[in-house]
């Protein structure tokens, strides 16, 4: 069975161990990539990130979305929403439905 992490800055991400959800603090981009890479070899199925890690280490990201496993998931971080993770859902139903139903 896969596993489930949150990567991101400690107040943002903190939160989500009342969850059960694997928490993974980074706030450097060199950081984030590595321990990225690390959970997805170890076994985790779905990665959410932070949206302001996730513009720093978008090559990272990309790299992951063309892979069926981890998938990874932008979040607002506790500063609020930058909207990259509602537009990346909407894309993704506008390719698999045709058009934009959100």
């Known amino acids: 069975m896969y596993k489930i992490a949150v990567v991101g800055d400690k107040d943002s991400v903190s939160v989500f161990k009342v969850l059960g ?50 998938a990874i998931i932008l979040i607002p971080s506790n500063q609020g929403t930058l909207n990259i993770g509602m537009n990346k859902i909407s894309e993704s139903v506008e390719r698999a439905v045709g058009s934009n139903i959100l």
């Open 21 to 70: 959800i694997d928490v993974v603090t980074a706030y450097e981009a060199d950081d984030a990539r590595n321990k990225i890479d690390k959970l997805a070899a170890d076994d985790y199925g779905l990665i959410f990130v932070t949206e302001d890690l996730a513009v720093k280490i978008e090559d990272t990201i990309e790299r992951y979305n063309k892979k069926v496993v981890p």
